[in-house]
């Protein structure tokens, strides 16, 4: 159980383009999940907080307008990098409370690969 | 604000032999203390989740532990597959699931 999928696995994309990332819980719901950046060699930085049926809180300095985040459902939350640029790219990785493991664990999802050219 | 710190950055160990890692933190309530497995280019992987000072986890080679200020990942007879990057991170409470992550510590074991 706690599997967290993410689609695509990697996404290679023209500086200006828009790019959409999913976060899916498999075989759990999640009312409640989470979007983190990656830079090589680094530690996972939190970049907000997506939350079903209502608007996403983001960290301090992260533009909420070119991270745009949508939790649809309560499998599904997507985020879309608007306007790319080769400065955005890095590793996208989500988690997910819940899935029935220990209280307040997260489950994290493989990662999105984003490269802006 | 909370702070997690994980020593060694990078620690390299022969096959079968022992080692710790070490997560020292500082937060307004712990909540939880996680210890997660990550391989290049994959998503964390959930190792433990630690409560309070005492608390003992062990899964297979691994075992965690947690005190008041700091939690050790104590590796025993550790295999070339036990290789990967060990991140340790705390939530507080009342923080709504929120994860502060350490930096990691790539443990590398040759055969």
Redesign the interface.
Known sequence: GAVVSQHPSWVICKSGTSVKIECRSLDFQATTMFWYRQFPKQSLMLMATSNEGSKATYEQGVEKDKFLINHASLTLSTLTVTSAHPEDSSFYICSAPGGGGPKDTQYFGPGTRLTVL | EDQVTQSPEALRLQEGESSSLNCSYTVSGL??L?W?RQDP??????LF?L?SAGEEKEKERLKATLTKKESFLHITAPKPEDSATY?CAV?AGGS????T????TLLTVNP
Not at chain 2, 101 to 104: E, L, M, Q, R, S
């Open positions: 909540r939880g996680f997660y280019g994959k998503g964390p992987e959930f989740t409560y991140l939530q709504n699931y929120k994860l992550f350490g930096k990691g």
